[in-house]
């Protein structure tokens, strides 16, 4: 997917702004501005409880999709709330578990306390993956920015040595992508490949472009031939062409991966046609920056949103 440059200047100035804690704060507590935010998410976050997540998480399974959750959250900073974090997402596998939904919990480690303490981020996350193991789920390591990437990596790492049902997430827009995968591939937990969110700096990044859809490829040719669980979580029809050309999808471990209410239409043509798909499902309050992230990376859903905010958005589940 190639942007104009107009596009990708829109998209760096829209990732500045999603860090600017100043500005975050100025909408959250705007009466005027919070409710007209709060509409756009709509179409991207199933809501703010887990009752939300759950309960459309439900109807796609019932609609013969395959999930992921996560409680949204990142950059935490309190032990305390890293704490709370952790005790959410185990009521969260807890009440999976319970439901017999076969999902996935995806979650970032600053979450659950990498901000904070690396040490901290590790034993919430074994607590996690004890309990995801107990009730027969799965975890997901989510991407973050590159400076955190060797300790992101180097806790995935400690932690699969113990429990198996442990993946890892890599962005194909980082050089050190390719090295890492590799030797990512020794490990047997899955893989969820991104091309990436984040503004990065330019010597270690590759910008979007053809040369991006390449390395994203030639990851995914990597994980096939070595027979590797991998998610394919692009929203790029460029990139699902390929693969299905080159009949990756058929494997039984590969399958396409898009997030809530980004190309609902693609990812039903794709079930339709008997392919594997996973909806990424997000739930929570704090979905300023997961709504800033999902406009940069495709700056034309900045119509979407200004809709939203006039109209408000539609039941995005039924899209499915």
């Not at 901000?115 to 107990?134: G, I, P, R, T, Y």
């Not at 899955?190 to 010597?203: N, T, W, Y």
């Not at 399958?255 to 739930?283: F, H, N, S, W």
Request: proline share 3%.
């Amino acid at each position: 997917m190639i942007f104009t440059s107009e596009e990708k200047q829109f998209a760096v100035a829209l990732k500045s702004i999603a860090r600017n804690l100043e500005i975050k704060e100025y909408i959250q507590q705007s009466p005027e501005l919070y409710p007209l935010f709060q509409r756009s998410a709509k179409r991207f976050v199933t809501g703010e409880s887990k009752e939300d997540g759950v309960a459309i998480g439900n109807q796609l399974i019932n609609k013969g999709y395959r999930i992921s959750l996560e409680f949204i959250g990142e950059n935490t900073v309190s032990r305390e709330k890293c704490i709370q974090a952790k005790n959410e997402f185990l009521k969260l596998i807890q009440e999976c578990g319970e439901r017999g939904l076969n999902t996935r919990i995806s979650f970032d480690l600053s979450h659950i306390g990498l901000a904070v303490d690396s040490e901290l981020a590790f034993q919430n996350l074994l607590e996690m993956a004890k309990e995801a193991h107990d009730n027969g789920l799965s975890l997901m390591i989510s991407a973050e920015e590159s400076n955190k990437t060797e300790q992101v990596l180097s806790v995935y790492k400690r932690a699969v040595a113990r429990y198996t049902n442990i993946g890892v997430t890599l962005q194909a827009q980082l050089y050190r992508s390719l090295d890492d995968l590799r030797e990512l591939l020794n490990y047997s937990s899955a893989i969820r490949l991104v091309k990436g969110a984040f503004q990065e700096p330019s010597d270690i990044c590759i910008p979007r472009s053809e040369k991006l859809d390449e390395r994203y490829i030639e990851l995914v040719d990597l994980c096939v031939e070595a027979e590797h669980t991998v998610s394919i979580a692009s929203h790029d029809e460029a990139i699902y062409k390929q693969v299905i050309e080159h009949g990756y999808l058929k494997n039984p471990y590969v399958e396409a991966e898009m997030l809530y209410g980004i190309r609902p239409d693609l990812c039903k043509q794709l079930k339709v046609d008997g392919l594997p798909v996973r909806v990424y499902l997000t739930y929570g309050s704090e979905w300023y920056l997961y709504l800033t992230h999902r406009i940069a990376e495709y700056p034309p859903n900045i119509y979407v949103a200004i809709t939203d905010m006039i109209q408000g958005s539609e039941d995005t589940s039924v899209l499915y």
